[in-house]
Nanobody
Framework: VQLVESGGGLVQPGGSLRLSCAASGFTFSRYAMSWHRQAPGKERELVAVITSDGRGTNYPDSMKGRSTISRDNAKNTVYLQMNGLKPEDTAVYSC???????WGQGTQVTVSS
């Protein structure tokens, strides 16, 4: 199993980023997926969840209205669109195959002027 995130970088407050997680080595379309983030000195926290067919999504209150998770099962990829980014969104963002031990290495998102 391999999960490779991309799309992170440095963005100004109020900006947007689209993260991608390319999956391989398992039947992607059978698993719900999630995005998580971990800032320095803080615990990892959930950012968004999407069902295996992409029809259902869920977000914690802190991310509602600013983030959209989506997936393309034909491309074995899950996405995270983030808008209105704030400095407190700075973290390493990782994707996860729900109900498994599989995690990506993460992509750094830094929100700073």
């Amino acid at each position: 199993v391999q999960l490779v995130e991309s799309g992170g970088g440095l963005v100004q407050p109020g900006g947007s980023l689209r993260l991608s997680c390319a999956a391989s080595g398992f039947t992607f379309s059978r698993y719900a997926m999630s995005w998580h983030r971990q800032a320095p000195g803080k615990e990892r926290e959930l950012v968004a969840v999407i069902t295996s067919d992409g029809r259902g999504t869920n977000y914690p209150d802190s991310m509602k209205g600013r983030s959209t998770i989506s997936r393309d099962n034909a491309k074995n990829t899950v996405y995270l669109q983030m808008n209105g980014l704030k400095p407190e969104d700075t973290a390493v963002y990782s994707c996860h195959v729900i109900t498994t031990q599989y995690w990506g290495q993460g992509t750094q998102v830094t929100v700073s002027s």
